[in-house]
């Protein structure tokens, strides 16, 4: 498996995370920033103009939001060394499914750091 990028003692990939996930292991930090699901085919407004909400196929809900959260902090689960730890970026739309998955999973809480627009 090649490498997004990688320098030092920090290497990124690129993809399917659940793909990549099952090809590596003793994993110490995870950065997750995963889909919002915000591509509903609606409208908004942006700089005074109509526009669509899709950012892609990526970001389309594909089953459900619980099965999505589940099988991708499940394979992180799987890889992360014991005393590892998980970010996880996400908005209102996501961030309950992912709080609950973590649980279930017996992930520890630490902080949750919420920024204001």
């Known amino acids: 498996m090649q490498?997004?990028?990688?320098?030092?003692?920090?290497?990124?990939?690129?993809?399917d995370?659940?793909?990549i996930l099952k090809q590596i292991q003793d994993v110490d930090v995870v950065f997750a920033?995963?889909?919002?699901?915000?591509?509903?085919?609606?409208?908004?407004?942006q700089s005074g103009e109509i526009v669509s909400v899709n950012k892609g196929?990526?970001?389309?809900?594909?089953?459900?939001?619980?099965?999505?959260?589940?099988?991708?902090?499940?394979a992180v689960k799987e890889v992360l060394k014991p005393n590892g730890t998980i970010w996880v970026s996400g908005t209102m739309h996501n961030i309950f499914s992912?709080?609950?998955?973590?649980?279930e999973l017996g992930f520890k809480i630490l902080n949750v750091i919420t920024w204001r627009k």
Do not use: A, R
Request: one cysteine or more.
């Open 3 to 15: 490498p997004y990028f990688s320098t030092n003692n920090f290497t990124l990939f690129k993809g």
């Open 17 to 19: 995370c659940v793909d």
């Open 33 to 45: 920033d995963p889909p919002y699901f915000l591509s509903n085919d609606g409208l908004t407004i």
């Open 57 to 74: 196929e990526w970001d389309k809900l594909d089953g459900t939001m619980y099965e999505f959260n589940y099988n991708w902090i499940h």
């Open 98 to 103: 992912i709080y609950q998955v973590l649980n």
